[in-house]
């Protein structure tokens, strides 16, 4: 287990994920890795990074597309979090900065109907969580990671985090949030995974599935 971030590791503002803070940062279940896998469940789609857009799109009182350049002159965020793959890897002290989630709905006013939200990325891919969970302090769309353009195997040009539930909720190539009443589940959610998707609780798989 990490020690928390000794004071001058992250630049003043940076937004530090509560799990940061814990004094044991492994999830049940984890281990630590120090390297960073690269998981999906397919290939990386082919992005033409100017052409990237994002949808912001349901129960919405004005939706809306944010092309790339309104998305790169938005007040940006940065956030200290950890990364946990229900596989069973963990991946501490993950420094991301990009557009909060909090900042990007600013857009579009969502209703207030809308409890969940599903996640569209590239080729078809989607997730679901709760609204609360997406607009958590920490949630961002990011596009840097660790000082660096956000790599396209990781991702980019733009990729959500939402640190707090396990990786596979922090959809990669992301290009659409549609704002739901009701929770409809993802491409893994619908195979079995967990609706919400806590990794100190465990949740990796549904019950009712
Ligand atoms: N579009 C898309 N996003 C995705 C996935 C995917 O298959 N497609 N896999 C998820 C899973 S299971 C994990 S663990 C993380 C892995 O991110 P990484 O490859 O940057 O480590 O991406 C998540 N986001
Ligand atoms: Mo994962």
Redesign the pocket.
């Known amino acids: 287990p990490g020690a928390p971030p000794a004071k001058g590791d992250v630049p003043p503002g940076t937004v530090v994920s509560g799990d940061v803070l814990r004094a044991n940062r492994i999830p049940p279940g984890q281990s630590r890795t120090r390297k ?7 290939q990386p ?1 082919p992005i033409d990074a100017g052409r990237w857009e994002l949808a912001l799109t349901g129960l919405v009182l004005h939706p809306a597309t944010l092309t790339f350049a309104e998305f790169a002159r938005a007040p940006r965020t940065r956030v200290l979090a950890d ?5 069973r ?1 963990s ?1 501490l002290g993950n420094f991301w900065e990009g557009i909060a989630t909090r900042e990007i709905i600013r857009h579009v006013a969502v209703s207030p109907r809308a409890q969940f939200v599903l996640v569209h ?3 078809g ?1 989607t ?1 679901n969580m709760p609204l609360q969970d997406f607009l958590a302090e920490d949630a961002l769309f990011a596009d840097r ?1 660790d000082g660096e353009p956000l790599s396209h ?3 980019g040009p733009v ?2 985090v939402v640190p707090h539930l ?9 290009r659409a949030v549609e704002f739901l009443e009701h929770d409809r589940p993802g ?2 959610e619908q195979g079995g995974y967990h609706l919400r998707g806590d990794p100190w609780r465990e949740q990796r798989h549904r019950e009712d599935v």
């Open positions: 960073w896998p690269v998981l999906d469940a397919g789609p990364f946990h793959c229900v596989t890897w991946r990325a590239e080729l891919w997730t990671h195997e990781h991702g990729r959500l396990y990786a596979w909720k922090s959809a990669k190539w992301v491409y893994w």
